[in-house]
């Protein structure tokens, strides 16, 4: 069966503002070292698997140029664009709609486009097992990540360690995130894994699983694929997106269907959800800063700097992050990332959208 | 007698980098919340006790256009230029030079160019004092601070609570910088005052002290006078001060001479040395923070934010220095306010002079 893939690409990403904006987020920026952005090495690390031309990428209508300029091997129709984000749910089910289309039915590897991977051949091992396993009938693959820590902002999946289906283990269920007194039980347990949104399935057994769990979604979805490729295509979209609940793939179906395995994957894996993972994917030098740019240093340490071309002098700075751009500068605790989304907000009641 | 007063500012002003810069020193920007420049506001403040005319400025020549520019009721012919800095001892000496050519003899009172002064009428009081004292014979007068903190960073003047003479004490010597033990016990001791810099005396007087006890720099003072008005005074003034040896009015003076009398200031007196001085002399809101600009600030106490045009967005922020320029961005801890020459003599040997 074909392998295909979705790539979920319409995220906002306010959390590396000021460098992600609203006509840039996240996914389109390059936060590594080799100067690729988030979605090129998303696709660059398939390719081995799915063919450029099987690759589909679900975003924002005010994306769509940026993805073409940024992926130009990805043909123009794979490029399926949401009128409004209305969570996962109705984005993976638009995507399917797309694959079941095309190709009567294939396997969808479901993949955000702004997380980070260190070993490309071990997911790459670990994506092909799961394809594999969604070949079979009705069966929702995830890819699970085995904790080193009992982080609070990803959610979980626990699993049953005595069902094992060839390297997949049946999921006992998927939950939300947790406090940290919970999240220090849940690693304790053995038995819970990090939800890194990653999804594998046949787009005809994810469309089961909506008609089942969201119908109303599902109905919209019909309505959108009937008209596919006729003159109302555009209006039906806006019309059925416009009127679905948002809805998230792991509340509205993975929490309450059954048939759903877990591969764990040891490929080195980091949502970069903020600021501070920076450090953890960029090369620290030996006071354990990240620095870019025009910057001169003096008794700082572990603090990250992206400059821009003015002259960034730091002095005795610990733990901080200072990100510089044109017209906006960030200066925050490594402790207060979290926060940025208030500067955002402050902003927002302003009116000063210019800088959002 | 005529009273005059001798400005110097002449200083390079490195700790307000990068406001301040080799062609814009701190006497020269405003730190105030009133938008006049420090020097302005020493020029302002004395102009109930002495003339606009008999004002003198003793500069370095690169900034003749500048003071002209601040100051433009400074006669053109007060403002000396110093060809290159020698310390205070050569400094006070060219401007008594010039004041005894143009009146025979006067009272000078000589006064630091950067520093603030809360209280102006209770300063006139106490600097009208010490011009009538200065008029009597061989009188060197100086204004001490009594200290409200054992500060490491200002020299003191150690006085004769037993021995007054009207408004003033005598004092007994001049001591440098201490450590902190030593400053403690001065504060203790209640005999020591702050040495703030600032000296009254007749020209006449502190030329017959220099003779005494700074002979060579007295020569060359002399042989500047004898050119003063001639085709060769640049010449001579170049020849003369290249040959100085650099030495303090304190050291090489005062710390020698007797017949030195202090009076006591009660004026609010700062020297506003660095820039964490500058949370006591301008208007700080309800967290602590002294902030100017285009600036949002989420979760952030005791922090001096100094814009310009851009955004600066300082979220969860402590004890922090943030200046802004347009090529140029300081971030500094307010304790390492001490370590900003570190980055000028890190841009100096990478002789990158631009930002200098």
């Known amino acids: 069966m074909k392998y295909t893939a979705l790539i979920m690409a319409g995220g906002r990403g306010e959390r590396f503002w000021p460098k992600s904006r609203q006509s840039m987020p996240k996914q389109f920026l390059s936060l590594t070292d080799d100067g690729k952005s988030m979605i090129q090495l998303t696709v660059e690390r398939i390719l081995p698997l799915v063919d450029m031309e099987d690759i589909f990428i679900v975003t924002n209508q005010d994306y769509r140029d940026m993805v073409h300029q940024q992926l130009p091997g990805v043909p123009e129709g794979n490029i399926l664009c949401e009128p409004v984000g209305k969570n996962t749910a109705p984005c993976i089910g638009l995507g399917a709609v797309h694959i079941a289309r095309k190709y009567g039915d294939a396997v969808m590897a479901v993949?955000?486009?702004?997380?980070?991977?260190?070993?490309?051949?071990?997911?790459?091992?670990?994506?092909?097992?799961?394809?594999?396993?969604?070949?079979?009938?009705?069966?929702?693959?995830?890819?699970?990540?085995?904790?080193?820590?009992?982080?609070?902002?990803?959610?979980?999946?626990?699993?049953?360690?005595?069902?094992?289906?060839?390297r997949?283990?049946?999921?006992?269920?998927?939950?939300?995130?947790?406090?940290?007194?919970?999240?220090?039980?849940?690693?304790?347990?053995?038995?819970?894994?990090?939800?890194?949104?990653?999804?594998?399935?046949?787009?005809?057994?994810?469309?089961?699983?909506?008609?089942?769990?969201?119908?109303?979604?599902?109905?919209?979805?019909?309505?959108?694929?009937?008209?596919?490729?006729?003159?109302?295509?555009q209006q039906v979209l806006e019309r059925e997106f416009r009127a679905f609940q948002p809805e998230s793939i792991d509340y509205g179906v993975m929490e309450k269907a059954d048939n759903i395995y877990v591969l764990t994957g040891a490929f080195g894996w980091d949502d970069v959800g903020s600021w501070p993972a920076v450090s953890r994917i960029k090369k620290t030098n030996e006071y354990g800063n990240v620095v870019e740019g025009n910057v001169v240093t003096v008794d700082t340490k572990n603090t990250i700097i992206q400059g821009e071309g003015r002259l960034i002098a730091a002095v005795g700075l610990r733990n901080l992050i200072v990100v510089d751009t044109e017209d906006a500068l960030l200066i925050c605790s490594e402790d207060s990332a979290g926060e940025i989304r208030k500067v955002l907000e402050n902003l927002r009641i302003c009116n000063r959208t210019e800088y959002l």
């Not at 790459?124 to 799961?130: E, G, S």
């Not at 849940?186 to 894994?193: F, G, I, N, P, T």
């Open 168 to 233: 997949a283990f049946s999921v006992d269920r998927f939950v939300e995130k947790p406090d940290l007194e919970t999240a220090k039980a849940y690693v304790a347990s053995e038995q819970y894994l990090w939800n890194s949104g990653m999804f594998i399935w046949k787009a005809s057994t994810i469309l089961q699983a909506l008609e089942r769990y969201l119908p109303d979604i599902y109905g919209g979805l019909c309505r959108i694929r009937g008209a596919v490729g006729t003159e109302l295509e």
């Open 111 to 166: 993949l955000p486009s702004d997380h980070m991977i260190t070993y490309s051949s071990i997911f790459l091992n670990t994506l092909r097992d799961a394809c594999a396993a969604a070949e079979q009938e009705g069966k929702l693959m995830t890819i699970g990540i085995a904790p080193d820590s009992p982080e609070t902002g990803y959610g979980y999946i626990k699993f049953r360690p005595d069902q094992a289906a060839g």
